[in-house]
């Protein structure tokens, strides 16, 4: 299979618009089978597209999140919480199929760069 014709992120202004990220492992395959345990991960991959940025999580200020089953919400939302802490971006979450029949949750975001 190809790669997906995309870029890990893309800036407009003070912008950054982060691709959904999805639950790949250092080995880029989804070993954990859990919401939480995806969620968690898909995270990871996300605050380190923003550090490639210089940017952190507190810079995000939208997300867009696809799970595939609704049942595992609150697993998803803790995962979630425990990440941003006491920050709390705009989200919109969506119950959805994924591509990757092994994903549970995908995560995109929005980031405003700090102005300097």
Known sequence: ????????????????????????????SISDATMGGQTTQALSNLRAVLAGLGLTPNDVVKTTVWLTDASAFQAFNDSYAEFFGDHRPARSTVISQLVLPLALVEIEAVALRPVS
């Not at 893309?10 to 982060?18: D, K, M, N, R, S």
């Open 1 to 28: 299979m190809k790669p997906p014709h995309l870029a890990q992120a893309i800036e407009a202004g003070p912008l950054v618009f982060v691709s959904g990220q999805l639950p790949f492992d250092a080995a880029r």
